[in-house]
């Protein structure tokens, strides 16, 4: 098993940056794929990036590709989302995942993860 927590959220104007970790425990840290979502008020979570457990994959929406970078280190156990050129419509609570699968393949079904941090807020002002 795993434990994530997430952390970095804050409030920036439009255009600014932020970079959210996601830090793990556990020794099979790198085995985990790591994904983020966001949940904004009043809509459905949906997947923002995914990266595989190698870390040479990577996926994102399209609504966040091109402005933001998910990359992790397995030395340190810990999974980044480097946002840049936010919009107001970025302002959600961000979610961390984690799981096992077979493949090494980043996944955007977040039904497909277990293991979930307890989100950080993340609000754009224009």
């Known amino acids: 098993q795993v434990q994530v927590r997430d952390s970095g959220g804050g409030l920036v104007q439009a255009g600014g940056s932020l970079r959210l970790s996601c830090a793990a425990s556990?020794?099979?840290?790198?085995?985990?794929?790591m994904a983020w979502f966001r949940q904004a008020p009043g809509k459905e979570r949906e997947f923002v990036a995914a990266i595989s457990w190698s870390g040479g994959m990577t996926d994102y929406a399209d609504s966040v590709k091109g402005r933001f970078t998910i990359s992790r280190d397995n030395g340190k156990n810990t999974v980044y989302l480097q946002m840049n050129s936010l919009k107001p419509e970025d302002t959600a609570v961000y979610y961390c995942?984690?799981?096992?699968?077979?493949?090494?393949?980043?996944?955007?079904?977040?039904?497909?993860?277990?293991?979930w941090g307890q989100g950080t807020q993340v609000t754009v002002s224009s």
């Open positions: 556990g020794r099979t840290f790198s085995s985990y794929a």
């Open positions: 995942a984690a799981d096992l699968f077979t493949l090494d393949s980043p996944q955007r079904l977040d039904y497909e993860y277990h293991y």
